[in-house]
Nanobody, 121 residues
Framework: VQLQASGGGLAQSGGSLRLSCTAS????????IGWYRQAPGKQRESVAT???????AYADSVSGRFTISRDSARNTVYLQMNSLEPGDTAVYYC????????????????WGKGTLVTVSS
């Protein structure tokens, strides 16, 4: 299984970006998903998560501005980021819990390599 994240880049304050993360390889089912970010000199933090049942959670700093979603048919998860702020500048990582085969007992967590988002003031 491999994850490919894309959609990062440079945006102006108040602008929007949409991040995508597509899983490829042997995939039977995707359960919990999440987007995390790490700013220079800071620890990685949770931005948005969603359970396989559909419950979502957002960091207070992005609540109301970011939306996490998935397209199960495409094995792709998204992070729609609106009203971007300079404080959103970071490398963003996707995380997916994947069950590779129907015969597998448990889900395994996979991380994407990260995509850089830079927001200018």
């Amino acid at each position: 299984v491999q994850l490919q994240a894309s959609g990062g880049g440079l945006a102006q304050s108040g602008g929007s970006l949409r991040l995508s993360c597509t899983a490829s390889g042997s995939i039977f089912r995707i359960n919990d998903i999440g987007w995390y970010r790490q700013a220079p000199g800071k620890q990685r933090e949770s931005v948005a998560t969603a359970t396989g049942a559909g419950s979502t959670a957002y960091a207070d700093s992005v609540s109301g501005r970011f939306t996490i979603s998935r397209d199960s048919a495409r094995n792709t998860v998204y992070l729609q980021m609106n009203s971007l702020e300079p404080g959103d500048t970071a490398v963003y990582y996707c995380y997916l819990q994947i069950r590779a085969r129907s015969s597998d007992y448990a889900f395994r967590g996979y991380w994407g390599k990260g995509t850089l988002v830079t927001v200018s003031s």
